[in-house]
């Protein structure tokens, strides 16, 4: 792997037509700007401002021109996989369709956990009328983790970073209004994002198919076209083998489609018709079987599923009828209430609801198809520092473990 310190417009810029199979981007995200829809139909950032403002958010031009080069450099059927916030998402989004990628199915970076940081309302009230707050304790635990931070250390402003985040006495000194205004909005917080993200949308890109399928761009592929990058999945290679079985009723006298009250179709009152279907039906399940089923594209925690599993109840194997009911009046008059309903009969199967998800025991496996870190370690932070000047310590908690970059 090469590593270049180098703009990326500039480099992708240097890149042939059609040679890249996929672009990785992980761009500022503006966290302190505002995107707002110019007189020219464009969307534009406000004052574009990234992290502490210490450097310049690249414009819309940049982005305008970056995925113009992208869909370039990119083969057919190539992708981009683009990190962002949902705040954000727009300007990204607009540009890459203006140059012609298609916008597919996102990635999500879930970060598990996360807390509100936003401006304090009832103090600020205070400080406009000239209010005095009286002083009534002391967060010690909050004062000896800034203590220990770059934030309380003065790393940050001794490296040219607005000095934004107070002092630590200051930050851990609690305090009551001095006004009644105040007192009304005790713990009321505002900012562009008050409730803090819990994750990032890994969007994806994807340039267009050489041909009018992509099953043309795979022969033409094999023949030896450099310049295609099949838009494919080999999704068989993810499913999950189960003992559990995977028949659901499809394989049942009349099948489980035909069960659907409301679905009715010529054919499903040809006996000969019927047959065929089922034998077709067990094919598919038989194939379905000894392959495992397909994976869950949630992912939830072994603790979690068990809240599930609790909610819903464990079904044994085998059909049953059902003895739940719908209860209530107006239907369609008052959210979450029904006329009295029969519930529809169990089909074949076993366990509660978590068992169509994947899981993970977070806490005993490192390393799944999702990745859990509540923090990038202090020593990967400081990876690849020590040959600068400064020689300074990151505490930017913000970055991505180095493991995640191999794996997607």
Same mark, same amino acid.
């Given at each position: ?5 180098i703009c ?5 810029k240097?890149? *042939? ?10 761009p500022p ?22 992290f ?12 305008e021109?970056?995925?113009?080069e ?8 190539? !992708?981009?996989?683009f990190?962002?916030?949902?705040r ?5 989004q607009?540009?890459g ?15 598990m956990s ?8 009832? *103090?600020?009230?205070?400080? !406009?009328?000239?209010?005095k ?7 010690e ?10 934030f ?22 609690i ?5 009644d ?7 009321? !917080?505002?900012? =562009? ?17 050489k041909?009018?399928s ?31 079985? =995977?028949?659901?009723?499809?394989t049942?006298?009349d ?12 054919w ?29 594209q ?11 599993d ?8 085998g059909?049953?009828?059902s ?5 209530g ?25 978590? !068992? ?9 496996e ?7 870190s509540? *923090? ?33």
């Amino acid at each position: 792997m090469t590593i270049e310190n180098i703009c990326a417009l500039e480099k992708i810029k240097k890149l *042939k037509d059609n040679s890249q199979d996929i672009i990785f981007a992980d761009p500022p995200y503006a966290l302190g700007s505002t995107v707002f829809i110019d007189t020219d139909g464009k969307p534009k950032y406000k004052s574009a401002k990234d992290f502490m403002s210490k450097w310049e958010m690249p414009d819309h031009t940049f982005w305008e021109s970056f995925f113009v080069e992208a869909n370039r450099v990119l083969k057919y059927g190539g !992708r981009i996989l683009f990190f962002g916030i949902d705040r954000q998402l727009m300007l990204f989004q607009y540009y890459g369709v203006a140059a012609k990628l298609e916008i597919k199915q996102s990635l999500y970076w879930y970060f598990m956990s996360s807390f509100p940081k936003s401006a304090d309302l009832s *103090k600020n009230i205070d400080k !406009r009328l000239g209010a005095k707050r009286e002083v009534v304790g002391y967060d010690e635990e909050k004062a000896k983790k800034m203590a220990n931070s770059a934030f309380g250390s003065g790393v940050y402003k001794e490296n040219g970073f607005n000095d934004n985040s107070m002092d630590v006495d200051g930050a851990c000194t609690i305090t009551e209004a001095g006004s009644d205004l105040g007192q009304k909005y005790t713990g009321y !917080r505002y900012s =562009l994002s008050p409730m803090k993200q819990v994750l990032e949308t890994i969007m994806v890109f994807q340039k267009g198919t050489k041909n009018k399928s992509v099953l043309d761009d795979v022969f033409d592929f094999e023949n030896g076209d450099t310049t295609i990058s099949p838009s494919t999945w080999a999704i068989d290679d993810g499913r999950v083998p189960t003992s559990d079985s =995977l028949d659901g009723g499809a394989t049942s006298s009349d099948g489980a489609v035909i069960s659907k009250d409301g679905f009715d179709r010529p054919w499903m009152h040809d006996e000969d018709k019927l047959a065929e279907h089922k034998e077709k039906m067990k094919e598919k399940v038989a194939q379905a079987q000894a392959t495992g089923r397909y994976p869950s594209q949630l992912i939830v925690d072994t603790e979690i599923a068990e809240a599930l599993d609790e909610q819903s109840g464990t079904l044994t194997s085998g059909a049953r009828k059902s003895s739940y009911t719908r209860r209530g009046k107006n239907p369609n008059d008052t959210y979450g209430k029904f006329n009295e309903v029969q519930m529809d009969d169990a089909k074949k199967d076993s366990g509660g609801a978590s !068992r169509i998800l994947h899981q993970i025991a977070y806490m005993d496996e490192e390393l799944d198809i999702a990745i859990y870190s509540s *923090k990038v370690s202090t020593k990967e932070r400081n990876a690849g520092t020590t040959t600068y000047e400064l020689n300074q310590k990151i505490d930017n908690k913000t970055l991505k473990l180095i493991k995640s970059y191999i794996t997607l």
